[in-house]
């Protein structure tokens, strides 16, 4: 049956006679019980059978990434297939083949009159390693259009959901981020945060990143007070932190406070807010990676005037720290940042966890960050901030965890300037203590999940007597009042407090 | 205090423009009914209540009414894009210590303006 009834050349046809170089491959992959992909099976599918089909997502994450590394372009990524694009030479020489131009009838209204596509006889010779990885590889044939379109509908640009490559040492998620917290073993127990409420306040969280959706992650996002539209954020903060989460508790239930109003930034929600936001939610773990940075300074313009520390608490924020108090007594764990430089409260309170810097090279050499804070308070007497540490990477820029963002966000833009990624790719290399505190609070979501009846001070105790030691670098000195950045070394110490945290070590002691 | 990376000096906002304000409840108030009672009151002041929590209470009102209010100025400051050391600072407004307002004064411990904050 002709779908389309076209009985002269179309003007597509007039411009399809030469097969297009590059090529759209259609991937399948393995089941994880048996290693069958649907490509090998016997049995047609059916709509019923077909969920049985479904591959691990992340045997598919290393698989696109494999082809990603040969020269593979990922377009688009389903449950079970995903499209890439190559040049018809890359595809000969991966898979061990020789392709020949197959010709359509030119009256039918297709996408492309010709194509490159493996004849019968061809050699099939594709790399082991990669097939090892993955079902099949089809090239995709040109297909008829049922009608003629009036006008091209343009698609909103999508991010991949496989990072760009970079040339410097960095870490991935999900997978490196846990592996040096040491939770993959918590993980492998099957303890995932699973169940336990947590909810993060920040910029926004444009979860419909294809890396989020990739990972079946559980995210609601509601707005507080001022904030608007629930799927956006333009500032790409709390999307790409939000990463960090996931990586450590996959399972959690994730609840991102929204406080930017996109359209009228000085209506966006304050921190209270977003935390009187939070709070409805009944969350067990609040994770903010946002601060006030109380060194003295211009009253109007913030800027510092002296790297002084203030020895009292604004009458400003006082509501925010009894709040901040009054949710602690309730029971639930809240993290902040300890600040990159900065003074940071509510960091520096002595009822939050406050999370500070450790950096772990290529070689799995450990030091303290010289991005993140450490102080003692001039405030809270006796507060050393931080309490302990999670990764983060040191200066100029902290460019350290390849992050998911949204397409064109502000950090996309401005981190493109040294990170080596382009302004509209939808992926970021940073960190700052925001990635730290948003990793601790994921490793509390596991602990909270295999004991719900740990208090906020046992596991922060718990969290500080398994940290690992860090014996090595030193803090960010603007933190310091101006002096030397204060050093790690043997036993806790002002630079990162009891060290890194150890996700396993505290896991075997609840 | 430093409570956001300058690089805008505070400019005047328009008279309609809301600013936010943070109430703190007094110690015998932290509670339902004290809640309901500063949701009442601070509505006749033109306070609008925007949120609240176990111990505060959020709230905006327009700029004309603070400064009938508080008789003190305030300033705007607009939202900054990521930085060296930060991810970006919220937009908002900047104000003095400000005066808990008489007919609140029996349930409020402290009023303050909702500062800009930094993306850490």
Not at chain 1, 14 to 28: C, D, Q, Y
Not at chain 1, 34 to 41: A, Q
Not at chain 1, 50 to 63: C, I, Q
Not at chain 1, 116 to 129: G, L, R, V
Request: overall charge neutral.
């Amino acid at each position: 049956m002709k779908l389309v009834q076209a009985v002269h050349k179309t003007e597509r046809a007039k411009r399809t006679v030469k097969p297009s170089e590059e090529l759209t491959v259609a991937i399948t992959f393995r089941r994880p019980q048996d290693g069958v992909g649907p490509t090998k099976l016997a049995a047609r599918m059916s709509s019923a059978s077909v969920s049985a089909m479904r591959p691990d997502p992340l045997d598919m994450d290393k698989a696109l990434y494999e082809l990603h590394r040969r020269g593979f372009e990922v377009s688009e990524r389903g449950k079970l297939t995903a499209s890439v694009r190559c040049s018809r030479q890359l595809y000969e020489k991966v898979f061990g083949t020789k392709l020949k131009v197959f010709r359509i009838d030119q009256t039918q209204q297709m996408s492309s009159q010709a194509f490159y596509y493996p004849p019968a006889e061809a050699a099939w010779k594709p790399d082991e390693s990669l097939m090892s990885l993955i079902d099949d590889a089809y090239i995709q044939w040109p297909h008829i259009f049922m009608a003629t379109a009036k006008k091209p509908k343009t698609k909103a640009a999508q991010p991949s959901a496989i990072p760009p490559e970079v040339s410097y040492f960095h870490l991935q998620v999900p997978n490196d981020v846990p592996r040096l917290l040491n939770a993959t073993q918590v993980h492998a127990a099957g303890i995932t945060g699973k169940g336990v409420r947590v909810a993060m306040i920040d910029s926004g969280f444009g979860h419909s990143h294809p890396y989020f959706k990739a990972h079946n992650y559980n995210s609601t996002v509601v707005l507080a007070s001022g904030a608007s539209n629930n799927k956006t954020d333009a500032n790409g903060h709390g999307t790409g932190e939000s990463a960090n989460v996931f990586a450590l508790a996959p399972g959690a239930t994730f609840i991102g406070i929204k406080l930017d109003n996109d359209t009228n930034p000085q209506g966006s929600a304050s921190i209270l807010e977003g935390l009187q936001e939070a709070l409805k939610h009944k969350p067990q773990v609040i994770s903010v990676s946002l601060g006030y940075d109380l060194c003295e300074a211009d009253p109007v313009t913030g800027q510092r005037t002296s790297n002084k520390h203030l020895t009292a608490l604004p009458n400003g924020l006082k509501a925010l720290e009894a709040e901040l108090q009054a949710a602690v007594a309730s029971g639930i764990v809240i993290v902040f940042s300890a600040g990159n430089g900065h003074v940071s409260f509510p960091g520096m309170m002595p009822e939050v966890i406050s999370a500070g810097g450790a950096f772990i090279d290529s070689k799995g050499n450990m030091r303290a960050s010289d991005y993140a804070s450490a102080f003692a308070s001039q405030i809270y007497s006796g507060r050393k901030v931080p309490d302990f540490c999670g990764l983060v990477g040191l200066q100029p820029h902290a460019d350290y965890i390849m992050l998911p963002i949204p397409i064109g966000c502000e950090i996309d833009g401005d981190n493109s300037t040294h990170d080596e990624t382009t302004p509209t790719d939808g992926w970021g290399v940073f960190s700052g203590t925001s990635a730290a505190a948003p990793q601790l609070a994921g490793v509390c979501a596991l602990l909270l999940e295999k004991n719900p009846g740990l208090t906020p001070s046992d596991v922060k105790a718990v969290l500080k007597r398994t940290s690992k030691d860090v014996v090595k670098g030193a803090a960010n000195s603007a933190s310091n009042g101006g002096a030397a950045g204060l050093k790690a070394g043997p036993g806790e110490d002002g630079a990162t407090g009891a060290g890194l945290v150890d996700a396993f070590a505290a896991f075997q002691q609840v | 205090m430093r409570l956001f990376l300058g690089r805008s000096k505070g400019i005047s906002i328009s008279n309609t423009r809301t600013i936010k304000l943070q109430l703190l409840l007094k110690q015998p108030w932290r509670n339902p009914k004290g809640l309901d009672l500063l949701r009442k009151h601070a509505h006749a002041l033109g306070i609008t209540p925007t949120a609240e929590g176990l111990t505060t209470m959020s709230g905006e009102i327009t700029k004309d009414a603070f400064e009938t209010l508080f008789k003190t100025p305030v300033h705007e400051v607009d939202a900054q894009p990521p930085g060296d050391k930060d991810f970006g600072r919220s937009g908002g407004a900047v104000s003095g210590d400000l005066p808990v307002p008489e007919a609140l004064a029996e349930y409020v411990e402290s009023i303050a303006v909702a500062s800009p904050y930094l993306r850490l």
